[in-house]
């Protein structure tokens, strides 16, 4: 096992390190993590107007649910103003953290990478009227503003943003040393890099509808997008993420966060797919999204194992430390576990904390392809009990609770022999009872 473990620090630690340091990556990620108050706001009005439907529908709540009827539509404005336009919010927090992490303007960075994804996009739609379907020319169609256009606007947004920290970089700013205000002087300083930056993007946008007859974005759409969303839906590719998450972890460096870019790009995608086919009463398309990632992989990791050492652990230690975590491990705060076992870097730990989040996957998402629990609809806070969080986020299917106790009891059993094995490599107290000091 030690050997397993110090060949993994020599090779794994430094990519994961390396990711971590890649400005860019960086960026990404936290651009993701700024739009989470958009997802959240959109899934709660999901969740509200399906509630409404769903007590209408099923549990004759007829007269609660023409009272609440109102709801309905103050939920259809809000998702309306939330995720259904979320490459929108996207690409302007992109263009915030990039040009933030290269130190230079980063409002002016927003605008910039906004400027460069409207241009990409296709400025036509149609409207069916009867059978006859009318190109209306000079009009959005707003799927392109969700979704869909994710890739468009990490392209795009990157681009952009990239030839303006150029411009800035080779000083093409007006630089101005009269008493102005300071966002004045800012927007005189970024107003040439901005222009040359948006000319370029313009420029290449010509040349690529010239030759091919398609916008940008449409292509990305067919030949990137797609595929590479149909790829994350495959079980192999669930749980090499899953496995390098718990990897990651083992060493002390935050899984989620080195596996952001990644995660986000795909899995962040699919998971607004959903939400906006379940707004929409369509039929979900994901199987697996970010969302249940977090709900049945890598939150509450550490709950099992806090349950299996308050069971069988003779430790007067570990029995101390389980009480104490107790709490924040039922919100998914695994930092107590650890760091205060701890769980990184300790061989005994190693299987274990591996092999449970990954179990647990395999069971969801079998469970999820046969049919046997709703596929997840909503997002939620990480904050979440993890056993009220899957049953939200697969909106309002009580089976999901069911998946989340029988993936809980796998897990603890997962953990047992790996508790007593602690017991016997430490220090055993005297025997275990219920009331006794350390309990």
Not at 150 to 178: D, E, S
Not at 243 to 257: D, H, M, Y
Not at 357 to 366: I, R, T, W
Request: aromatic residues 12%; contains cysteine.
């Amino acid at each position: 096992m030690n050997s397993v473990i110090d060949w993994l620090e020599r090779h794994l630690l430094p990519l994961a390190n390396n990711l971590a340091s890649v400005r860019w990556l960086v960026a990404l990620r936290d651009a993701f993590i700024s739009t989470l108050p958009i997802s959240l706001t959109g899934s709660v009005a999901v969740l509200i107007k399906s509630l409404i439907i769903t007590a209408n529908r099923n549990w004759g709540w007829h007269v609660f649910c023409q009272l609440m009827q109102p709801s309905i539509s103050i939920c259809n404005f809000v998702w309306r103003g939330s995720v259904a336009m979320f490459s929108l919010f996207f690409v302007l927090s992109w263009g915030y953290q990039l040009a933030k992490a290269c130190e230079v303007d980063p409002l002016a960075g927003a605008m910039t990478a906004l400027c460069s994804f409207m241009m990409s996009i296709a400025n036509y739609s149609y409207l069916m009227q009867g059978n006859k379907r009318i190109k209306l020319d000079q009009a959005f169609n707003i799927k392109q503003l969700s979704t869909t256009g994710m890739f468009t606007a990490i392209l795009f947004g990157c681009l952009g943003v990239a030839l303006y920290i150029l411009g800035v970089k080779a000083r093409l700013g007006l630089h101005i040393q009269t008493a102005m205000p300071p966002a004045q002087i800012a927007a005189f300083e970024a107003a040439i890099p901005v222009m040359l930056a948006l000319f370029i993007v313009g420029g290449l946008n010509y040349l690529f509808q010239t030759i091919t007859g398609q916008y940008f974005g449409d292509w990305l759409l067919e030949i990137i997008q797609l595929p590479l969303l149909k790829l994350g839906q495959g079980f192999i590719m669930v749980i090499a993420i899953t496995a390098l998450t718990q990897l990651f972890w083992f060493f002390g460096i935050n899984g989620a966060s080195a596996l952001a870019p990644v995660v986000g790009s795909i899995w962040a995608t699919a998971q607004n797919a959903n939400l906006l086919a379940a707004a929409n009463g369509h039929k979900i398309p994901y199987l697996w999204t970010n969302t249940s990632f977090v709900v049945f992989g890598v939150n509450g990791v550490c709950l099992p194992l806090v349950i299996a050492i308050l069971l069988t652990s003779k430790r007067g230690d570990h029995r101390t430390l389980a009480k104490v975590a107790l709490a924040p491990a039922v919100f998914n705060v695994n930092e107590p576990m650890l760091y205060g076992l701890p769980i990184i870097l300790n061989p005994v730990c190693f299987l274990p904390f591996t092999l449970a989040p990954l179990a647990n996957v395999s069971l969801a998402y079998l469970a999820t392809k046969l049919g046997w629990i709703n596929r997840v609809q909503a997002s939620v806070p990480n904050i979440m009990p993890p056993v009220i969080g899957p049953y939200l986020a697969t909106n309002y299917d009580w089976r999901a609770l069911v998946l989340f106790l029988v993936n809980l009891v796998i897990a603890v059993l997962i953990w047992l022999p790996f508790v007593k094995a602690a017991d016997q490599i430490g220090q055993t107290d005297e025997p275990r009872r219920f009331f006794m000091p350390q309990y």
